[in-house]
């Protein structure tokens, strides 16, 4: 069969494949191209989940007639002042969007410059252009989305589910530009120059004020490289990841990169099943990330995806480790040192000032033995716990964060009290994060093998291995090459024996798809969780006043306080002023 060159309706229908896959990538791509114009009021109406009518009309800087009748054609954009691809610094650039579209509906464009004396109106069905009597920026039409390509028109979804993916689209594009004004069908409104942390609120619900947490770093090796934005408390989570916005030099992408390095950083904090919300806007040179991936623009390649990585997951983990009682009133500590020193030297649990966090996870599930002497829980007593008010010969220091011991509730939950609020702890969430940092801050045990464990791979999967060999010897693990197609492991974590083909399996899976893996530190903290766990303070066992006293300075102390290693809160707080309310003092 002879070679032929498919003509321009089929080359644009085919480019439409890629870059019109629904009404929500219709509005994605003309939002994107009125961004680029400068707008900062953008209108958005769908008809029918988009099928019947998509119509933006944008306050930008419009076009004149040469620049309309050139907007339609193939590949002409005026986002590209030079060649140069690694400089990208507008939202679109590759010039497939309105030729694509207008190859699969009715499209219509209404424009003007403010400079010529009258707008223009083009008719994308004709190519026909004619004078207007728009007088400002473009309003883009699309019409009878499919309508040449009918049987795309079945993969879509219904009405409803279609606007709802048209609103994410809007959401998204929302909260990269807070200076701009957005408005779906009349009802979804997020007003210009609106404060981050509201639109955050407007998008996500009223549920995030007051429990996000900022981030505003700055990478000292990399003087292009910046994080800001806001992340949730570890309490506040969601089932699915729908509330997780991420942008890279204002561009929202679905990177693997980032999602893996959010995840990361809340690994020992919430439950696998359970995702985090963001708002991170990553900042770099431009040259630095490829946004020319794939025609969504959604992926972009790194430059140096591991610095990338790391940056993001020490800085979430390093505000993660901030204190959350900050919230607390502070009680005054002058005779904290005077006081501490009448204290039982006979509580089950007295840990020093809490040490740095570190990246890594610092200890194997060989040093527990070790490790268990110094965290040995207490006895449940013999003897009924005394009431603290009924003890006389027991000073119990009114200092920290969380204040006071005042009793015991159900043998499961300490309350103390500061000057201001009343505090209600779980002894057992309390405790399990405490053993949990503890462990995870001690140095790494490891076993040097006599004889290395060999590992046959496919040759393919080795050198995916390979490539993160150093972050494993991070983790207590030394691997190399064992000719072409194997590997071979000379030191391993103590007490770690795994079924190393299918890890080493598994790992080269993830690296070949997401350029990194986390496989070996997720199985780690699976394992530090769990002892953890099983070898704190239970819910039901008594405490005395020691104990608790003991326990409330440690969590003082603490990293990530504020949850257990589930996600679950660690304690609450409530002011005495909401307290007088509920009494309606």
């Not at 409803?160 to 779906?184: C, I, N, P, Q, Y």
């Not at 003897?383 to 010969?393: Q, T």
Request: with cysteine; glycine share 6%; hydrophobic share 40%.
């Amino acid at each position: 069969m002879a070679i032929r060159v498919l003509p321009d309706f089929l080359i644009n229908q085919i480019a439409a494949g890629e870059v019109v896959e629904r009404p929500a990538s219709v509005v994605k791509e003309l939002v994107e191209n009125a961004l680029d114009a400068g707008a900062d009021q953008i209108v958005i109406d769908v008809v029918d989940g988009g099928r019947t009518l998509i119509s933006v009309i944008d306050n930008g800087a419009g076009m004149n007639r040469e620049d309309l009748a050139t907007a339609v054609m193939r590949h002409a954009t005026s986002k590209l002042p030079t060649d140069d691809l690694l400089n990208i610094n507008f939202m679109g650039f590759r010039g497939e969007a309105l030729p694509s579209i207008a190859s699969v509906s009715d499209m219509e464009i209404d424009t003007c410059n403010g400079t010529d004396s009258n707008g223009w109106h083009l008719d994308c069905n004709t190519m026909e252009i004619s004078p207007s009597s728009w007088d400002a920026g473009t309003r883009i039409r699309v019409k009878n989305l499919f309508g040449r390509t009918p049987a795309r028109l079945k993969f879509l979804r219904g009405d409803r589910a279609e606007l709802m993916s048209v609103l994410d689209v809007v959401k998204r594009l929302a909260m990269s530009r807070v200076d701009v004004g957005f408005t779906l069908n009349n009802k979804w409104r997020f007003p210009k120059n609106q404060e981050l942390i509201e639109r955050i609120a407007a998008v996500m619900g009223d549920d995030v004020r007051g429990r996000m947490l900022d981030i505003d770093a700055v990478s000292v090796s990399n003087s292009g490289l910046k994080l800001s934005g806001f992340i949730s408390e570890p309490t506040l989570r969601r089932a699915s990841s729908v509330d997780q916005y991420l942008f890279v030099n204002g561009r929202p992408v679905k990177d693997k990169v980032l999602v893996g390095a959010l995840r990361a950083a809340y690994m020992d904090v919430m439950h696998a099943r359970e995702f985090p919300l963001c708002a991170l806007y990553l900042s770099l040179n431009p040259q630095s990330v490829d946004v020319n991936v794939s025609p969504s623009k959604t992926d972009v390649h790194f430059l140096e995806p591991s610095h990338v990585r790391g940056f993001i997951i020490k800085n979430l983990r390093d505000r993660l480790a901030q204190t959350m009682v900050s919230q607390a009133p502070v009680v005054p500590r002058a005779k904290s040192n005077e006081q501490s020193a009448n204290v039982s030297a006979n509580t089950f649990f007295r840990s020093s000032v809490a040490q740095p966090a570190r990246f890594d996870f610092g200890i194997t599930p060989g040093a527990f033995i070790v490790a268990s002497r110094e965290y040995e829980k207490p006895s449940i007593p013999t003897e009924p716990c005394v009431e603290p008010e009924l003890d006389k010969d027991i000073k119990v220091p009114e200092t920290g964060l969380l204040g006071r011991v005042v009793g015991q509730v159900g043998n499961k939950y300490i309350i103390a009290q500061t000057a201001d609020a009343m505090i209600v702890v779980d002894q057992h969430a309390a405790h399990e994060r405490i053993t949990y940092e503890k462990l995870r801050t001690h140095a790494i045990k490891t076993q040097p093998l006599l004889t290395p464990i060999v590992i046959n791979m496919r040759e393919e999967d080795v050198a995916a291995v390979l490539t993160i060999a150093d972050e494993m010897r991070a983790s207590g693990l030394h691997i190399d090459a064992f000719g072409d197609d194997a590997i071979a492991i000379f030191e391993k974590p103590a007490d770690w024996d795994l079924d190393w083909a299918t890890v080493f399996k598994s790992i080269a899976d993830e690296v070949r798809v997401n350029g990194h893996s986390s496989g070996l530190n997720e199985k780690l903290h699976l394992k530090l969780a769990n002892y953890a766990c099983h070898h704190s303070v239970r819910a039901g066992q008594k405490l005395d006043i020691n104990q608790m006293d003991a326990l409330l300075r440690d969590i003082d102390n603490t990293e990530r306080a504020g949850q257990c290693n589930h996600g679950r809160p660690v304690y609450k707080i409530f002011p005495i002023d909401e307290i007088d309310n509920w009494f309606e003092r």
